[in-house]
């Protein structure tokens, strides 16, 4: 089982990095986007590459799949998706070999039921020969490449498009980290949600407009977007009260809005547990990793850290000791303060 896991692995790093010329099996196209009418039956093709110095048997098969609310694509056999259109589909040829420099084109089928309202979709997955490579340490270690080409139909008038904000909340302070959590409330896939958050002071004048990526969502499902200010390391917000706004695109009629009131704190910074000495920010990047005051970063505070993590003295000054921005102080700070005392001296610097 533990093989499969670490298959599974590969497959997801893979999809999406296909037109990596080291990689070595292309695909000439990834994505079908039908809206064929009820009761059609259509042909797609695609090519498959072998650009790599050794022959490879290419397996395609067909699987369902989704993506997670931090939008990760997520493949899996088919009959685990409610609005899966892989009954749909077959394909030919399902096994060939490919000589180095070889392509072969690969056709499917789909036939669209009657009467079906809003997308449905599938995949083809195209896997190469699995290769021996070599890991790290040494060890060796079989690589299988998979590549999906994904099918979404959506036949024509299937209704509006339509979403909605769930919420929307900040976590971090440096730098300021908004997230929105978005639903696709329609039936049908929206290819191109886009749009922005603002931070504007009481008076309303806006003082970042930071924008949204351009994301998909499936009908149905539920995507979290990370929306990180710009400002660098230490520029944070002052102390004071602001507003959030949140609009998106989502491809509809209207736009959608968000907003709620953000109340950042002053620091109340005292020395901290059996220490006589203030906790210092050494490098003015507005984290305080100096946490025993003695003037230098070194692995006693990463101790003093663990040590003292449920002091008031740390718990009530969040910002300057949320060292992975989060929102919140705990022992994912102490790894990170850590993973930061470890970081190798960038010499390019
Ligand atoms: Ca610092
Ligand atoms: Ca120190
Ligand atoms: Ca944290």
Do not use: H
Request: proline share 5%.
């Amino acid at each position: 089982m533990k093989r499969f896991a670490l298959l599974c692995c590969y497959w997801l790093l893979l999809v999406g990095v296909f037109s990596m010329s080291s990689f070595g099996l292309r695909l000439s196209q990834i994505e079908f986007d039908l809206s064929l009418p009820g009761g059609a039956t259509e042909i797609g093709t695609f090519f498959v590459i072998n650009d790599e110095e050794e022959s490879t048997t290419v397996n395609i098969s067909l699987a369902d799949w989704d993506r997670s609310i931090d939008g990760e694509n997520r493949f899996m056999d088919v009959g685990n998706v409610i609005r899966s259109a892989s009954q749909w589909v077959t394909v030919a040829p399902t096994q060939f070999t490919l000589e180095p420099g070889e392509s072969e084109e690969v056709r499917f089928t789909i036939a669209v039921p009657v009467g079906i309202q809003g997308t449905y979709w599938t995949s083809l997955i195209v896997e190469g020969t699995p290769r021996e490579v070599e890991a790290e340490g040494g060890a060796t270690i079989f690589v299988r490449k998979r590549f999906a080409v994904k099918i979404l139909e959506t036949p024509p008038g299937s209704g509006t498009p339509n979403g909605q904000i769930n919420s929307l909340k900040v976590t971090g302070l440096n730098p300021l980290n908004a997230v929105v959590e978005f639903e696709n409330t329609s039936l049908v896939n929206l290819t191109n949600v886009k749009g922005r958050v603002e931070i504007r002071n009481t008076s309303g004048e806006v003082l970042e407009s930071i924008a949204i990526e351009d994301f998909p969502v499936l009908p149905g499902a539920v995507r979290e977007v990370d929306v990180p200010s710009a400002r660098d390391l230490g520029d944070v917000f002052e102390p004071g009260r602001y507003l959030i706004l949140s609009i998106l695109d989502f491809g509809g009629d209207n736009l959608l809005g968000g907003q709620f009131v953000l109340d950042i704190e002053p620091l109340d910074l005292a020395p901290i547990g059996t220490s006589p000495d203030m906790p210092k920010d050494l490098n003015s990047d507005g984290f305080y990793e100096d946490l025993n005051g003695d003037n230098g970063f070194d692995s006693n505070d990463i101790v003093f850290f663990d040590l003292n993590l449920l002091a008031p003295e740390i718990q009530n000054n969040t910002r300057a000791f949320d060292f992975n921005n989060d929102g919140v102080v705990d022992n994912n700070d102490v790894a990170t303060l850590e993973e930061i005392f470890n970081e190798p001296i960038d010499e390019e610097a």
